[in-house]
């Protein structure tokens, strides 16, 4: 019964973001319609799991508003097979989508989703979720500072960065491939920009602008130094 009402809601939601020209290409549409974002929010906010809106998670974080996980889906050009690499794992729910797009269950070709955090907290929260929704062997889950990367699984043929940047870190640009998207919100505490990076060749980088947006701080080496520093600006 629930299930029933939590797949109505999901239709729901993704018919909505298709109308409203976020939702274009059937294999982001078909993720958004199969990850159980009600699996990834905090039990009191299971209800309001499909209003497109962020969510509180722990430790001060949140969980992205849906629109926001499908335009950067979309925006990265996510494909069958791809190495992702997403900085900022939160609740584990965008993570979960890539992987249904470059992973799928019913599919040969295998792609990874490496994803890093930086609060334990939501290391551990995000590796439940994800094991409860049936992405945990898709999906590895780190503990770390994300702006230094993960060279170890470099280099990857894409990147995502789910907390707002104060510029593009270098480490991000070394570990992309030539040919490489990275999408990543960048700008101040109360403006960024979804920055959509194409690496060219080893030494070039092509930048193009999206939309503006506000996510929270990405706190690290090539980061903001502390919260306080992001939010005293
Ligand atoms: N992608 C998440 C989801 O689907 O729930 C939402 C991410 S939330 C908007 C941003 C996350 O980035 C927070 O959990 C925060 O702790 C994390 N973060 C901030 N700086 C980081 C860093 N340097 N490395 C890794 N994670 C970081």
Known sequence: MEEDYFKRERENMVLKLISEGVLKSPKVIKAMLTVPREVFVLPQYRRQAYIDTPLPILKGQTISAPHMVALMCELAELDLGHKVLEVGTGSGYHAAVIAEIVAPRDSKVKGKVISIERIPELVEYAKKNLEKAGYADRVTVIL??????????????????????????????????????????????????????????????????????????????????????????
Not at 197 to 207: C, D, N, P, Q, R
């Open 144 to 233: 770390g500072d994300g702006t230094l990367g993960y060279p170890k699984e470099s280099p990857y043929d894409r990147i995502i960065v789910t907390a707002a940047a104060p510029s593009i870190p270098k480490p991000l640009i070394e570990q992309l491939k030539v040919g490489g998207i990275m999408v990543i919100p960048t700008g101040n505490r109360y403006y960024q920009r979804l920055l959509v990076v194409k690496k060219i060749s080893k030494e070039k980088i092509e930048i193009r602008e999206s939309i503006p947006c506000v996510f929270v701080p990405l706190v690290g080496k090539y980061g903001w130094r502390d919260s306080m520093e992001y939010y005293l600006l």
